[in-house]
């Protein structure tokens, strides 16, 4: 198993009951993030694209920490003001159609167990970190980080959870899932501020012909680490800097194959137009390395490289908008490979908080990304997301979750491959107590590929009970 970071295994030395504490473990490329099931972000709308909060003029309201608690007492959902949490989650699952494929269908009931811990200095009555890891994403990750929550000198979050998942038909899949992520930012200035953000991850890949099989279920371990520094430079001006390091392993030796580390930074330079509205440009540059480049030499290593013009803009306050277009250029450690996927890229977010009640969230972006399929060197993919949330009473409410993504593969024998997955999940959640919530869920998964036998239709009902303390 892979080191895991000393500063986020301190979370385990700080929470003895790490074991026996609660929690959704993220799913990684195996399901859709679970970031999705909570349409409301915070107010500004990325931290990689946007500079520091730290740095803008801020309400006084809105840095009092008594002013969130006092807020937070008086809703249901959710954890109370305090330094520390913990969960427990006990759910039920059936889908019939268990390893996504077309033909000789198997159903099969899951149930899962998941505590999680995580504590926060100052205290908060949410978790400030949400991060979806995305295998195939140069990085890791696939959208931009939501930016995190106003803090005066300095903030602190350590998180950890774990997931036993028991099949009823077939035990040998059965395992168990687990994260540690930490974040910790200091404002030394008015005008400097340093954040570091790491989150280690233990998952497996989604089941399907082209990816996790009932033989072979991909396991694997992802650690994203994220260090990154702002610069108030002037009244208009500010400048960030951030490393980014990617390391994915799996845990048997016939999926080594995909086992990368990527390595490069991102520097933006913000101009602000207003109180409401500021432009910045992006540099990205990340490399992709193979660990079984010389055996094999099928995936290559390759340059990644964005340039991208963008706007964070906040018509009203209820509403943010962030938007980035520009060119992505990949090459490949082989001179034939060099040209073969240099496009424009883009990325959209938008979140609309109608009324205390009701949130919309809608995603999109548009990049090369390396691959998850033996016969394929990368993929060009297009993803769409709406994000929907409605409380219809203290105790009750609904959220609605639609995906698209659009995936172009460039196939080593050259034949053509795209695939059309289209992800639909309604979901109601009710509160017997403040520190019990149940859900129900339905899932209807599908996909649909030129290659007509990796098409699948899936059905999923879920029910759980979640307790909060």
Do not use: C
């Not at 077309?102 to 899951?110: A, F, I, T």
């Amino acid at each position: 198993m892979k080191k895991i970071p000393f500063f986020l295994l301190s979370a385990l030395v700080v929470s003895p009951t790490f074991l026996a504490a609660a929690g959704d473990v993220s799913q990684g490329t195996s399901r859709i993030p679970d970031s999705l099931t909570n349409t409301k972000k915070p107010d500004k709308v990325a931290a990689l694209t946007k500079k520091p909060a730290e740095a803008q003029t801020i309400p006084e309201s809105l840095k009092s920490e008594e002013a969130e608690e006092i807020a937070s007492n008086h809703q249901i959902f959710g954890n109370r003001g305090g330094y520390f949490h913990a969960s427990l989650g006990v759910a039920f699952e059936y889908t019939d159609n268990l390893y996504n494929v077309d033909r000789d269908k198997q159903d099969d009931w899951l149930t899962e167990v998941s505590p999680s811990v995580w504590l926060t200095l100052p205290r908060r009555s949410r978790i400030p970190l949400h991060v979806a890891p995305h295998n195939t994403s140069a990085g890791g990750m696939q959208f931009s980080q939501p930016e995190n929550y106003f803090f005066n000198k300095y903030q602190l979050y350590l998180g950890a959870g774990l997931k036993f998942k028991d099949y009823s038909e077939n035990s040998s899949l059965n395992a168990t899932d687990a994260y540690i992520e930490g974040l910790f930012q200091y404002n030394f200035s008015q005008n400097l501020t340093l954040t570091v953000m790491d989150r280690f991850t233990r998952n497996q890949d989604m089941f399907s012909l082209t990816s996790a099989t009932s033989d072979n279920q991909r396991i694997y371990e992802s650690n994203i680490f994220t260090p990154g520094v702002d610069w108030q430079i002037s009244e208009k001006f500010s400048a960030r800097l951030d490393y980014n390091h990617f390391d994915l392993n799996y845990d048997d030796d016939v999926n080594r194959f995909f086992d990368r580390t990527d390595n490069g930074f991102n520097f933006y330079f913000f101009y602000d137009y207003s109180l409401k509205t500021n432009f910045f440009v992006q540099y990205r540059f990340l490399t992709a390395s193979y660990d079984e480049n010389d055996d094999r030499g099928f995936l290559y290593d390759n340059d990644n490289t964005f340039i991208y013009g963008g706007i964070n803009w906040k018509p009203t306050i209820k509403t943010t908008l962030m938007a980035k277009a520009g060119y992505q250029s990949v090459d490949y450690d082989n001179p034939v490979l060099t040209d073969s996927s240099n496009i424009f890229s883009f990325e959209f977010q938008a979140n609309w908080k109608a009324t205390v009640k009701t949130s919309l969230l809608l995603d999109a972006t548009y990049n090369t990304e390396q691959t998850d399929s033996y016969g394929a060197l990368n993929k060009r993919v297009f993803t769409g997301r709406i994000g929907y949330q409605q409380r219809f009473t203290d105790r009750f409410r609904g959220m609605l979750n639609i995906i698209y993504e659009n995936s172009d593969y460039l196939e080593f024998d050259g034949s053509p491959r795209e695939d059309d997955r289209f992800y639909f999940k309604p979901e109601l959640q009710y509160a017997f107590r403040r520190w019990l919530t149940a859900d129900l869920s339905y899932t209807y998964d599908t996909k649909e590929s030129n290659k007509d036998y990796l098409d699948y239709d899936t059905n999923i009902f879920r029910i759980g009970l979640k307790a909060s303390f």
